[in-house]
């Protein structure tokens, strides 16, 4: 079985452009968390989808950041102007069902804004 | 709110040394209580877990026991070995909502 995937592996851009990150969940699973690390301090979550309505997008931190999931499959997350802040690195992760249930991880973006 | 806090690293050991990394939590009712492990160029997996207080989450020769009375839920490794470097990250999830909240991770690098 595939496990989550995310493209692309590293991106490197500008201050003001724009960039797509993609996350391909566990096939089935209908729950899609994105989650950001920026340098040295701890992982924050970003928003939760259920299949493709957005359960929970209280971590989103501003307009610059808009999250779809097409279908309830994958995933894209845009940042649109893009900031020196937004560097990091983001996670994202797919589980199935309900409740405090197990989420898998996939290997992340890192996102490196100039 | 709810927060995670972790004892800050790199921690350096040597092979067959004894593991505590240490982790208290912050929270509004009783949440569940993860161990994740980032190893080098993967993305997180699940280490352990606890869902109540007192139970014992083990995986892997790691264990961590949810405390409820010091709001803790300590890591432990009797014996590290090289491959267990990596870097550890605590996290809890409180009842009814599915949104991880994480500590800043902790290093760890063991050497032969």
């Known amino acids: 079985e595939a496990g989550v995937t995310q493209f692309p592996s590293h991106s490197v851009i500008e201050k003001g452009q724009t960039v797509t990150l993609r996350c391909d969940p566990i096939?089935?699973?209908?729950?899609l968390y994105w989650y950001r690390r920026v340098m040295g301090k701890e992982i924050k979550f970003l928003l939760h989808f259920v299949k493709e309505s957005k359960q929970d997008e209280s971590g989103m931190p501003n307009n610059r950041f808009l999250a779809e999931r097409t279908g309830g499959t994958y995933s894209t997350l845009k940042v649109q102007p893009a900031e020196l802040e937004d560097s990091g690195v983001y996670f994202c992760?797919?589980?199935?069902?309900?409740?405090?249930?197990?989420?898998?991880f996939g290997p992340g973006t890192r996102l490196t804004v100039t | 709110g709810n927060s995670v806090t972790q004892m800050e690293g790199p921690v350096t050991l040597s092979e067959e040394a004894f593991l505590t990394i240490n982790c208290t939590y912050t929270?509004?009712?009783?949440?569940?209580l993860f161990w994740y492990v980032q190893y080098p160029g993967e993305g997180l997996q699940l280490l352990l877990k606890?869902?109540?207080?007192?139970d014992k989450g083990s995986n892997k020769g790691f264990e961590a026991t949810y405390r409820k009375e010091t709001t803790s839920f300590h890591l432990e490794k009797g014996s590290v070995q090289v491959s267990d470097s990596a870097v550890y990250f605590c996290a809890q999830v409180n009842t009814g909502f599915q949104k991880l909240v994480f500590g800043t991770g902790t290093r760890l690098l063991v050497s032969p």
């Open positions: 929270a509004t009712g009783y949440p569940s």
């Open positions: 096939s089935g699973h209908d729950n």
């Open positions: 606890a869902t109540k207080a007192d």
């Open positions: 992760a797919s589980s199935q069902g309900q409740g405090p249930l197990e989420q898998y």
